[in-house]
């Protein structure tokens, strides 16, 4: 293990990793301008903020303001749309997001997405972790069958499930599938883990399990969550970032750290959006 | 005052047709009761008649043995092989091809502009055209100016022409029935669109996949008109694909049409025919169910 | 070992294949894009045959003449097309008007009046007929109805026998067909009528026939272009006589017969002719599509429209 650590290192994020004592406002993704259009529809405008390393950000405010457009910029799962247009600036530890020549397979290892609705592959448990290994060089079995197990023990399912990691994982239930397929993007040690809604799809108490694991995630992994729940933003978060959809698009409001927006936000909107959630 | 259930101004009301519609209502259910009926009748007397000209004659021997006197006597062998050898160079051609245009028109639609439209026109001129034209096109262009002749190769190649717009249509129906979530999921963990395609959308297609191959066959043995001048008359064993070689549905023309007394043989010989197409279907059902129940493959 | 150690397991980090010159997606698309191009390729290929095939008998003899000349001797120098096309002609419109009602009422039986096991079966069959190939159902109309017609209207052989024989083949097209367009009608609006009194044939009539008529329509007409483009049974139950028929128990030849029937003796402009009805079905079969085509996107909209896109 210590031997491993001596080499030199590929991944130049892995600095923040180590040197996140939560949180430390250090930016690790940076956006400056940064506007979405679908064809004539706008999604969001002019977005500027930086998502510090190894915190967990909250991207709140009400439906269809620009919040899932934004976490999809980051992973550039924008492409898979058509007519999608992109511009201002996204950096990722450096690294600039927008340029149409990045390896964006590369870039999705380091920033993984979690959905919604839980959407584990219709394979076998074993087999929705090992895929995305495979795919992505990891040739050696032994390797791949230790990485499996350690990302199912990190998401609390391993007790679960290990008598039967070749059954199919559409078998499970809701909870189970929604942290299989955080295991399925933890697997792949991401720099970066963006969660759309991830706990609205279950029930309160699957939600309470999935929302106590990425409390832990919290100075290893970088997480950015999109919610509708303020309770769980406020508890789970350390900045927060409210979205309004002003005119036909959405903006950036107010950013900050969380007790700052919850408890003197700046913005009237914000104080009215915190003050008309919480009572 | 009188109690009526009706109220008073009845013939005036939107709801008064509801009195004199019971009578007009019973005429439909007859009418289409008894359509029904004259359609399942129709069904059971060409079925019935197929099945008892041509049970009498059907044997394990007829099946295996060479054909005699024109066909009139022996069996069809050689007719089986024939056909088989057409339809695997159909097949042959069509699955590449077939499944190489359904990705492109299905996955790579960033990819399309005027091309997409235009590959999706040619695709439904190729499944509006009559087969005979096929056979035209077949008898010109494969046996005459490609020179294979009259040959099992033409044949087969002239049935793939045809094939083709049935098997892409029901292999994109397939891929765009995969889960949306599915290729997102995948895209999300950074797999490059090869593997997203290969891994995920096409085994999720599979079932589709298999059950546009059956249309496929089904559509390859049924056809006469397009082998008529292409894979030709032969009634001999073919020795390779370069030989002439009688298609079943040939075989039931040619001994209905061209050889006197030969129709209990062509009973025969279609009763084969309907069976291989039935039990086809079977099959492919079977099988789709199967591979559900084996992978895990959660169908909506 | 944790998240980091296993990071550097990482056979080649975060550099990926597109920063290694070759890149899988830009080889599969061309790949893809290729064996699509060949695919219409094929297309214009026959469609082109077509043209280049009836060429020298179109400037030899001339569009016009095909319809005007006296009659079909085409070694003689006589190409009228008038009696196969009139044949043609009769046969289609008279299955597509017989079968149309039947596979109407098929469709509407299985839809609304049966359910459960009995309806299975009941589709299992119009799938079966569906399946059927027409030699067996020439050979069929050959030795069953032929000789049944000859009885009363010898020679038997004849237009009514082409007829009854492709309306057989084009009820399944058409009933099923038909039957998925009524089974596309969104179950709200039928559970609607019912909550509104309305008797089941009211909601037949009223609310599903309605909704679903442009699928019926595309039904009817991809049938109507299977009967057109139908040739084996034709040739086996029509008697094939170059003539035009005066009434339904004349025999009669349609242009699918026509090519089947002479092209293998035909040369030279003869031959040439028998390109000319190749083409002649060709166009009509291609206007039948892209009719059904405008019908199809009349349906899709209505389905649309009906959940409110």
Known sequence: MTKKQDRPSFQPWLRHQEEADCCEPEPLIRARNLSLRYGERVAFEDVSLDVNAGCITALVGPSGCGKTSFLNCINRMTDLFPKVAVTGELELAGINLLDPRLDVIALRRRVGLVFQQPNPFPLSIRRNLELPLREHGMRSRAARTDAIEEALIEVGLWEEVKDRLDTPAMALSGGQQQRLCIARALVLSPEVLLMDEPCSALDPLAGEVIENLIDELRGRVTVLIVTHNLAQAQRLADWAALFWKQGDAGRLVEYGAVQQIFEAPREKLTAAYVRGRSG | MAFSLLPSRWHESPWRWRMIAIPRDAGAHLLIWTAALIVCAAFVAVLYDVVREGGALLSLDFVIQPTADLGRAGGIGPILVSTGMILLVCLLAVLPLGLGCAIWLSEFREDHGVSGRFVRRSLDVLAGLPSIVFGLFGYTFFCQALGLGFSILSGGLTLACMVLPVFIRAVEVALRAVPHELRAASAALGFSKTARIHRFVL??????????????????????????????????????????????????????????GGDAVAYASALVLVIFLIGINMLATALVQHWQRRKGWVTA | MNARGRAA????????????????????????????????????????????????????????????????????????????????????????????????????????????????????????????????????????????????????????????????????????????????????????????????????????????????????????????????????????????????????????????????????????????????????TIVLVWVSDRLGQDYRGEQGAAYGV
């Open chain 3, 9 to 284: 397991l990482w056979r080649d980090g975060f550099v990926g294949r597109r920063l290694r010159g070759f890149d899988v997606d830009e080889f599969t698309l061309s790949g893809m894009r290729l064996l699509a191009v060949a695919t219409s390729g094929i297309a214009i290929l026959i469609v082109s045959y077509l043209l280049v095939g009836s060429l020298p008998a179109l400037q030899a003899v001339g569009a016009t003449r095909f319809l005007t000349d006296r009659a079909w001797h085409p070694t003689q120098g006589e190409f009228s097309l008038v009696p196969m096309l009139l044949g043609t002609l009769w046969v289609t419109v008279g299955a597509v008007f017989l079968a149309s009602p039947f596979a109407l009422a098929s469709a509407i039986l299985g839809r609304f009046f049966i359910r459960g096991f009995l309806a299975r079966i009941f589709r299992r069959m119009l799938e079966t007929l569906a399946g059927i190939p027409s030699v067996v159902f020439g050979l069929w109309g050959l030795t069953v109805l032929v000789p049944r017609i000859a009885d009363f209207a010898p020679p038997g052989q004849s237009v009514l026998a082409g007829i009854l024989v492709l309306s057989l083949m084009i009820l399944p097209t058409i009933a099923l067909l038909a039957d998925s367009a009524l089974g596309a009608v969104p179950e709200a609006q039928l559970r609607a009528g019912a909550a509104a009194g309305l008797s089941r044939w009211a909601i037949v009539r009223g609310l599903a026939l309605p909704a679903a008529r442009s699928g019926i329509g595309v039904g009817i007409v991809l049938g109507a272009g299977r009967a057109l483009g139908e040739t084996m049974a034709i040739v086996m139950v029509m008697g094939n006589v170059v003539q035009i028929p005066t009434s339904v128990f004349d025999p009669a030849r349609t242009l699918t017969a026509n090519i089947a029937l002479e092209m293998a003796y035909a040369s030279s402009a003869h031959r040439s002719a028998l390109f000319v009805s190749g083409l002649v079905l060709a166009l009509l």
């Open chain 2, 203 to 260: 085994p999720a297609a599979v079932p589709g996949v298999v059950v546009g191959v059956i249309l496929g066959i089904g559509r390859a043995l049924a056809e006469t008109a397009a082998l008529l001048f292409t894979s030709g008359y032969v009634t001999r064993m073919p020795e390779s694909f370069s030989d002439s070689g009688r298609a079943l549905s040939v075989h039931v023309y040619e001994l209905a049409m061209n050889v006197p």
